[in-house]
């Protein structure tokens, strides 16, 4: 068994006791010479201080946490070490991170972890090593507890919400570049000409103007019924006498919500007299912006289920039925032990792939129960469902049904119809109905308000029926493939500027309308204008690829490049290399299958194009200029 054991290694990073060291932690946002996507690399030694245990006994207790993991064998501690970081890197969220490498050097090993954000990737390597650690001392360690703060830590960084992680985790699977925008806040899918920006389910294609207008819930529902939809009778009132004298005029029960807003907030169906009314009206109160004026909803509440109705470029997608919020009953153990007990269920545990969110004990839960008779201490009998809401709110620990296939074709048209007269990506249409599977036109049916940045994890991980896959539908609207997002990308690893510029004039007599973007270690260019060079190399490749008019791009990666910062994209359409070094080797590991590959070592030459290679000697005066330029033109 190969040990990264040396009596000499200096301890960098170890505490006193420790057996193992932890050093030399870099972050690559994308291919590295380590590994061929974005990744966090360190190094991996023993300290020299006091023996580790065999490598079983640390298999033996990692195995009671993550059971596959005690049926395969490991070389050494560093490739168990790999294996369990990759295994926690996933967060218990199903996160697709299953890559890595070891690599053997003289005093330690150098491991390479897939990473998609390093301060959580950092926070998991140092979590693992310190499990190590008490396992060697045969102490206890909290590991569930480490867990949730990992995850907590992942949850707030921008790639964290359910929303954005599904739509990321579909790019990185279809092989659709994307990346987050700092700056912006937003999130970038495709390359130049190609890209898409967006936050969340709205993007730069969609209509601002449309987008407001689905926040007035006023004026949408007058707009849905002068197009003949079912919307309930209701009016917008200013003050709680005014909402006093519309529900007593439309009767009650009523529901009343503010005009804006979003995810159920400060909304309360079923509101049977004066004294709910009353309770009703303050949470809408409440939930209004401090910048926007009290305007809020009275209306006629319809008996029936909560449904979300997805359409996604125009087109039905996935129907969901949203249930409260409930706990049944077992004889003994009180409503608040229930809600304890349903939220230690792994599907509560409130991640970005959970299909259910924690039921949170608040004042609008301890008031529902309370008009139900019940405190928080009462015992339920056995097989009793309490609902703690009157809300369906999935983020208030609601549960997600799919309910796509039984969905009345009516229904369908309907959902339809109404997103045909709005330029949005996404469209969420919230309605109540008796049964889904009969037609509005005869049913007990009404539009409640449409949302124009719906989630979409209820469709895609509902907590009961089917997964509708909605992050592809969505992104099929803009790329029919991986490479359909992609501008065509010639990698060099050594260029001059004047050679650049005439690769860029060659390009440019061949399309004079094109925009072609070039950074080198010596400047940035747009065409031939010359503009800012970051410090930050791949700094220059992001905003260049960010350029909306971009139809082209040329970079330069050379060795000390490839080792400090790593590449920015995957894939390359041509490869360019000139007496390149073993790291600079890289730049043709990921290349795609119809890429062509000129590599010239001294006068050599050799040229791979769809699998077929030509090799031939330059001439004494010929340049190697005329090579490349030759092939650029055949992809052009």
Request: negative net charge; contains cysteine.
């Amino acid at each position: 068994m190969i040990q990264a054991q040396s009596s000499d290694v200096i301890r960098i990073n170890a505490r006193k006791t420790d057996v193992f060291d932890i050093f030399n932690l870099k972050y690559y946002i994308g291919p590295n010479p380590y590994l061929d996507r974005s990744a966090l690399i360190f190094d991996f030694a023993l300290t020299g201080f006091g023996e580790p245990l065999k490598i079983e006994e640390y298999v033996f207790d990692i195995s009671k946490m993550y059971s596959h993991l005690g049926k395969q064998t490991y070389n050494s501690y560093a490739d168990l070490f790999a294996r369990v970081v990759s295994e926690v890197g996933k967060l218990d969220m199903g996160l697709h991170l299953n890559h890595w490498s070891v690599k053997p050097e003289h005093d330690f090993v150098r491991i390479s972890i897939q990473s998609l954000h390093e301060l959580t990737s950092r926070a998991v390597v140092y979590f693992v090593w310190d499990w190590w650690e008490t396992i060697t001392q045969h102490e206890e360690f909290l590991f569930e507890e480490g867990l949730i703060k990992l995850q907590n830590r992942f949850r707030l960084s921008a790639y964290g919400g359910p929303t954005v992680y599904a739509l990321f985790q579909t790019a990185y699977n279809q092989g659709i570049p994307a990346f987050y925008l700092w700056e912006e806040g937003l999130m970038q899918y495709g390359f130049g000409r190609k890209l898409v920006r967006g936050v969340a389910t709205t993007f730069d294609s969609d209509s601002h103007i449309d987008s407001e207008f689905s926040t007035r819930k006023d004026d949408c529902k007058e707009f849905l019924h002068k197009l003949g939809f079912p919307i309930p009778e209701g009016e917008i009132v200013f003050s709680e006498q005014e909402a006093v004298e519309v529900a007593r005029d439309i009767g009650y029960p009523v529901a009343v919500k503010p005009v804006v807003g979003h995810k159920g907030i400060g909304v309360t169906p079923d509101v049977h007299n004066s004294r709910e009314l009353a309770s009703a009206y303050s949470r809408a109160l409440i939930a209004i912006p401090e910048e926007q004026p009290t305007r809020i909803i009275v209306e006629k509440s319809i008996r029936g289920k909560d449904f979300r109705l997805l359409c996604v470029n125009g087109r039905f997608i996935a129907a969901t039925e949203r249930c409260p919020a409930s706990v049944t009953g077992d004889g003994s153990a009180t409503v608040k032990e229930l809600i304890r007990r349903e939220n230690r269920k792994p599907e509560r545990w409130d991640t970005p792939t959970s299909p259910m969110s924690r039921i949170e004990i608040d004042e609008a839960l301890e008031r529902y129960i309370d008009e139900q008779g019940l405190r928080l201490d009462s015992i339920i009998e056995s097989d009793r469902t309490v609902y703690l809401r009157k809300v369906a709110n999935l983020s208030a620990g609601g549960t997600s049904i799919d309910a796509t296939k039984i969905i009345h074709h009516d229904n369908i048209i309907l959902a339809q119809d109404i997103a045909q007269y709005f330029r949005l990506t996404c469209l969420g249409i919230d309605i109540i109905a008796e049964d889904i599977s009969e037609s509005w036109k005869t049913g007990n049916f009404a539009i409640l308000e449409i949302n124009s940045a719906p989630g979409i994890l209820m469709h895609l991980n509902p907590a009961m029926g089917e997964s509708v896959d909605v992050p592809a539908q969505i992104l099929s609207t803009f790329f029919q493939s991986g490479r359909d997002s992609r501008i065509p990308i010639i990698t060099f690893n050594q260029i001059s500027i004047n050679e650049l510029q005439e690769t860029i004039d060659h390009i440019l007599s061949q399309h004079p309308e094109w925009t072609i973007g070039a950074v080198c270690r010596q400047g940035t260019f747009v065409n031939r204008s010359k503009k800012v060079l970051q410090k930050d190399y791949n700094s220059n490749v992001q905003i260049l690829l960010r350029n909306p008019k971009l139809d082209l791009l040329i970079v330069e990666y050379s060795e000390d490049i490839l080792e400090e910062d790593g590449m920015f994209y995957q894939g390359s359409n041509i490869v360019v290399l000139d007496n390149p070094s073993e790291t600079e080797m890289m730049l043709i590991r990921d290349i795609f299958d119809d890429s062509i590959e000129v590599i010239k070592k001294e006068q050599e030459v050799s040229i791979r194009r769809q699998g077929l290679i030509e090799d031939y000697a330059l001439g004494d005066d010929e340049p190697f200029t005329r090579v490349y330029l030759k092939e650029i033109s055949s992809i052009l």
